[in-house]
């Protein structure tokens, strides 16, 4: 007799990345390396929590591919990866299009109410 094992269908990459940029702390990571790639210390320099939480929400970013990380000697560098962010802006493009043409058609709805009212 064979055993059958449900699988959960793992998430699309999109919701890592919009999880990922759920939270504050880790979008001010991503707007700060837009300008230049930084060391830990770097990014961590302007929050008040002790390293390993920090490095939490840099492994979350690296996990999910919004940066991508080099050591050379002691020093990890974080840069930001594009890839990921261009697939959430295609998203949200899509949805903003999607929903234009719905207040679109309900826009178009509501004039011929009002001039059936007439």
């Keep these: 007799m064979t055993s059958l094992q449900t699988t959960t269908p793992s998430p699309p990459p999109i919701d890592g990345i919009f999880r990922a940029l759920a939270d504050p702390t880790r979008r001010r990571v991503v707007e700060r390396l837009n300008r230049s790639p930084a060391s830990v210390s770097e990014l961590a320099q302007p929050f008040k929590m002790a390293l390993p939480s920090f490095i ?18 002691r020093v990890r560098t974080y840069q930001l990866a ?29 004039m011929t109410l009002k001039e059936t009212e007439k």
């Design 82 to 110: 594009p890839e990921p962010l261009k697939l959430a802006e295609n998203w949200l493009a899509e949805q903003r299009t999607l929903w234009e043409r719905r207040l679109d058609q309900f826009d178009a709805y509501v």
């Design 56 to 73: 939490e929400h840099l492994k979350i970013l690296e996990g999910c591919g919004l940066v991508h990380s080099q050591k050379t000697g």
